[in-house]
């Protein structure tokens, strides 16, 4: 049953890359949408879900919040590594950006999306109600998630080709997710743990680079239209979930 549920998470995933593939001429608005799903994403679902899952405490912190800084910063330094290590070959980056970070952001979406998979899994196996409600919650976001991973390895100066692979990998990687349940239990303060770190990636991704960039050559309001809703769709989605 949950492997049948992912594939509606597989075909969401495709339809949110097939929307940003079919919007290219207006990639400011592509990438101010993207910006507030992914904000949505990190504060309205991955934070609180990281916060209830991982409820140890390190120094007075929840370990969730300092994983969280530590995925923002791991993020940043992932990226000036790999701008490093192009500059120091000669390589030049596509128009200021490097298509490593791209991939390497989209790759991070697509072991989330397999982690989606298995907390589809993981519900059906405590019961049939709480596996619908997580569906429910998966499948609306994933069409954010495909739409993200399109453009954050497009935006990157990646070809064209390399977005759509890493959008078919991200359709995929929930039916796996889902699958690998029927082997594994995953403990949930591992779940946390990996919420928050990789909810700190996603914001900085966000913050430092897709909103720059979107605000960038097209300061118009409706830019900044696109990227609030964007944030008020997710919100939306969590709220219909709970």
């Known amino acids: 049953m949950a492997v049948f549920v992912a594939l509606g998470a597989f075909l969401m995933t495709l339809a949110g890359g097939w929307t940003a593939h079919r919007v290219t001429d207006r990639r400011h608005l592509v990438l101010g949408l993207a910006g507030g799903l992914m ?25 969730a919040l300092l994983l969280f800084v530590g995925g923002f910063l791991l993020a940043h330094l992932v990226e000036r590594l790999l701008a490093h290590r192009q500059a120091a070959h ?11 970070v791209g991939l390497t952001a989209a790759a991070a979406m697509v072991g989330h999306s397999a982690m989606d998979g298995v907390a589809i899994g993981a519900a059906f196996q405590v019961d049939g109600g709480m596996g619908t409600a997580v569906a429910v919650a ?33 359709a995929v990687a929930p039916v796996v997710g889902a699958a690998s349940t029927l082997f594994l239990t995953l403990p ?3 779940l946390g743990g990996y919420l ?5 990636a996603l914001l900085y991704l966000a ?17 900044l239209l696109c990227t609030i809703a964007g944030a008020l769709f997710i919100w939306l989605v969590v709220g219909a979930a709970h």
């Open 39 to 63: 904000l949505g994403v990190v504060g309205l679902e991955l934070l609180p879900e990281s916060l209830e899952a991982a409820d140890t405490e390190l120094y007075g912190v929840p370990a």
């Open 90 to 100: 000669g390589a030049k980056e596509t128009d200021g950006r490097t298509p490593e």
């Open 138 to 170: 998966v499948i609306a976001h994933d069409f954010a998630d495909g739409f993200n991973t399109y453009t954050l390895t497009s935006a990157y100066g990646n070809a064209r080709r390399r977005a759509l692979t890493m959008l078919v990998a991200d």
């Open 188 to 190: 949930e303060s591992l």
């Open 196 to 200: 928050g770190l990789f909810g700190g």
């Open 207 to 223: 913050a430092a680079e897709i909103l720059p960039e979107a605000h960038h050559a097209h300061p118009a309001r409706s830019t």
